[in-house]
Nanobody, 115 residues
Framework: QVQLVESGGRYVQTGGSLRLSCAVS????????FKWYRQAPGSQREWVAQ???????SYADSVKGRFTISRDNAKNTINLQMNSLKPEDTAVYYC?????????WGQGTEVTVSS
């Protein structure tokens, strides 16, 4: 059983930065692919970024160049560095892992970007 716990979300002004973390238990070991999704009020959940292995990353066009996903196997965390935040980045952010076909989600962490 894999547990994902996100943290780091808060209120921030336009242009600001936040770093979200996803704590993975028991560990990130043997989990190849992690993703971040987000869901804005009244909208469907959308994919934001993913990391395969330790360094193969990809991003949604809306966040490319502003967000960076990373993995820290020593701390068993998946991180999302978000810079140049915009009001449209306001959402609940979720960490996701697919482990041998089983889908795991965290409870989400809320990010609010003021205009």
């Amino acid at each position: 059983q894999v547990q994902l716990v996100e943290s780091g979300g808060r209120y921030v002004q336009t242009g600001g930065s936040l770093r979200l973390s996803c704590a993975v238990s028991p560990s990130t070991f043997n989990i190849n692919l992690f993703k971040w999704y987000r869901q804005a009020p009244g909208s469907q959940r959308e994919w934001v970024a993913q990391i395969a292995g330790t360094s193969i990353t990809s991003y949604a066009d809306s966040v490319k160049g502003r967000f960076t996903i990373s993995r820290d196997n020593a701390k068993n965390t998946i991180n999302l560095q978000m810079n140049s935040l915009k009001p449209e980045d306001t959402a609940v952010y979720y960490c996701h892992a697919n482990v041998w076909g089983s889908q795991y989600w965290g409870q989400g962490t809320e990010v609010t970007v003021s205009s």
